[in-house]
Structure formats: structure tokens, C-alpha cells
């Protein structure tokens, strides 16, 4: 499967933005989809993931703030990212596999990551 991340962009700290991914090559709803970030020197950190059924699991720092959800009939999967502080810039990748958990390693397909930026 393919992904293809975007919407990220510049906002300021209590703003908002969407990030989309689409998903091609393969069944979409075959996969558990999961959203993770990586800030300059540090370490790619889980974000949230979405089962194919629709559970929903987030990372604390962003339980609240940002909504994660799938559209099966588009083959895309959706971060809704609210009140966002400065400490949420990173590059944001979207994350497809088989199986769901909370590390990187559990994905087998990445998109190629979309920059936030949230001025204070």
C-alpha cells in the first residue's frame, strides 16, 4: 500500500490544522492506521492509531487535542489536530499495518511525512 500524507502547514499555538492520508494499491480497511511525529533530534513518537473498526487510541500529550479517524470509502485516514502548542512541530507520518500498537515497528508501510510548524 501506498500513502500519501497531507495538510500540514505554519499555524500558531491554540490553532488548528487536518492532515489527510490517502491510501492506494491495496484494501484500505485491511489496515490498522496509525499517525506518528518526529522533531528535530529526537525520536519518531507514536501520535494515535485507529483500528479498522474505528477503536481509537492516542499518545497522552495529544488525548483531547487531536482526533484521529478513518474513511473507508475514501481510503484515507484523518488527524484532526486542535488547541496545538508549540511542542507538537514535527514532521507527521501516517502508518499502515496489520497489526495495531503504539510502535513504529508494528507498521509496514509509511507515508512520506507532512511538516507542522505551531508558532508561539
Known amino acids: 500500500v501506498q500513502l500519501q500524507a497531507s495538510g500540514g502547514g505554519l499555524v500558531q499555538a491554540g490553532g488548528y490544522l487536518k492532515l489527510s492520508c490517502l491510501a492506494s494499491g491495496s484494501t484500505f480497511s485491511d489496515y490498522r492506521m496509525a499517525w506518528f511525529r518526529q522533531a528535530p533530534g529526537d525520536e519518531r513518537e507514536f501520535v494515535a492509531a485507529?483500528?479498522?473498526?474505528?477503536?481509537?487510541f492516542y499518545e497522552g500529550s495529544v488525548k483531547g487535542r487531536f482526533t484521529i479517524s478513518r474513511g473507508n470509502a475514501k481510503n484515507t485516514v484523518y488527524l484532526q489536530m486542535d488547541s496545538l502548542k508549540p511542542e507538537d512541530t514535527a514532521v507527521y507520518y501516517c502508518a499502515a499495518g496489520a497489526h495495531l500498537g503504539i510502535r513504529s515497528m508494528r507498521y509496514d508501510y509509511w507515508g512520506q511525512g507532512t511538516l507542522v510548524t505551531v508558532s508561539s
Open positions: 485507529i483500528s479498522w473498526s474505528g477503536s481509537k
